[in-house]
């Protein structure tokens, strides 16, 4: 596997991080559009998403071997590995096994069509972060708020 992933550069990077935000994953081969059924998905680009910014932080890309649908369980494991923090994953489809191993990972499945594109997502993502977002994403914001609280309180915060 081939894995890129970038590194906080400048002090809105790291502050991205740190807001209300969320890494989502998106199975493309050409980081352009959803392309992919997500076990033999070639790679997986992965984004950090806030009300008013998206931005392209890692991309992974697995060998021939790592994408084969053969009926291989353990193949997911490393994929989902990948995914370890991300709130969705959109592909083109997506398997039972699949779907039970991401939702335990506390990552959503999301099927879209073939060819939808990223940067249309991620904008009607950032519309809905904005407004309402979908319970999936809710949720995943209000675990967020309640652990960063935590770590707070861990480290001796206090009112």
């Known amino acids: 596997m081939r894995h890129l992933k970038l590194v906080h550069c400048t002090e809105k990077d790291a ?9 989502i994953a998106f199975a493309s081969s050409d980081r352009r559009v959803v392309d992919q059924h997500f076990g033999a ?30 009926g291989h369980e353990g193949k997911l494991a490393r994929k989902i590995e990948l995914l370890e923090g991300c709130a969705a994953v959109y592909c083109n489809a997506v ?3 699949a779907i039970k ?17 990223l940067d249309e997502l991620l ?11 979908p319970a999936w ?23």
């Open 95 to 97: 398997g039972a096994s």
């Open 15 to 23: 502050a991205m991080s740190e807001q209300n935000s969320v890494k």
């Open 41 to 70: 998905a070639e790679a997986f680009c992965i984004y950090q998403l806030a009300e008013d910014d998206a931005r392209l932080i890692e991309v992974a890309e697995f060998h021939d071997s790592d994408v084969a649908m053969d």
């Open 137 to 159: 994403l809710a949720k995943r914001l209000q675990n967020k708020a309640a652990d960063r609280f935590a770590a707070m309180e861990a480290e001796g915060w206090s009112e």
């Open 123 to 133: 904008c009607g993502l950032n519309q809905s972060l904005k407004n309402e977002p």
């Open 101 to 117: 191993q991401l939702l335990a990972a506390g990552i959503q499945p999301m099927k879209v069509e073939e060819g939808a594109l």
